[in-house]
């Protein structure tokens, strides 16, 4: 016969308390985990609805969260560099970033969260530096545009230095279905983006990759006869 659990006062848990302290013990299904599939799709669908919410504040307060955009070669706009990204114009540029976003950011999140954390932040800073020194006079330079192409500059270059089947695998899916993003990277007008941005980002991510997978020369003397 099973002793009934009992609190720190030595007295039965009800049925009501047991089933909280249950609940208060159970940890996230691994499935569920940001860096597996099925979590990773609910964390990154969670950050489009947070950022489809900052499009509606945004609209419903006269579009004055955009005055934190990225303002080029201006000090007020230097924290446009850390906000830019979860800022958009309208419903019309989210929308055109939505599907490489849910995309690139959950085959980032399944890659690790180690690889996300760094990969995000640099092309994060680094896109948005290069739009805040370079970028026209008097534009607001807005979006996540810069993350989007530095996640797919990494994805590709993953494969071509780490030489993993899985890897290649997508990067050869991705460049089937959005071959045509590649022409972001090269000089264009755009309201609200800007192309050294992205082509900042894109280039960041595939100097992460090298850095982080390319199978570098470690051979080392190991003395006459031994394999390196």
Known sequence: MSTPATGP?????????????????????????????????????????????????????DHRLLRFGIKPRQVAGLPGILLAPVLHADARQLGANAIPLVIF???????????????????????????????????????????????L????????????????GIAVAVLCVFSSMLLGLLPHGGSHSFWAGQLAGFVTGVALAWLLHARHDRRVARGPGLPA
């Open 105 to 151: 950011g959950w085959i980032m999140l399944i890659s690790g969260a180690r690889y996300l954390a760094v990969v995000t932040a640099a092309v994060w800073l680094a896109s948005g530096a290069v739009s805040w020194l370079v970028a026209p006079s008097g534009e607001l330079v807005l979006g996540a545009a810069g993350v989007i192409f530095g996640w």
């Open 9 to 61: 006062s030595g007295r039965p848990l009800t049925k009501s308390e047991l089933r909280r302290q249950q609940l208060a013990q159970t940890t996230l299904r691994p499935g569920l985990r940001p860096t597996r599939p099925a979590g990773a799709a609910v964390s990154i669908l969670g950050v489009l609805v947070a950022l489809w919410i900052v499009v509606v504040v945004d609209a419903q307060l």
């Open 153 to 168: 500059g990494y994805v590709l270059a993953r494969a071509w230095y780490g030489r993993k089947l899985v890897w290649i």
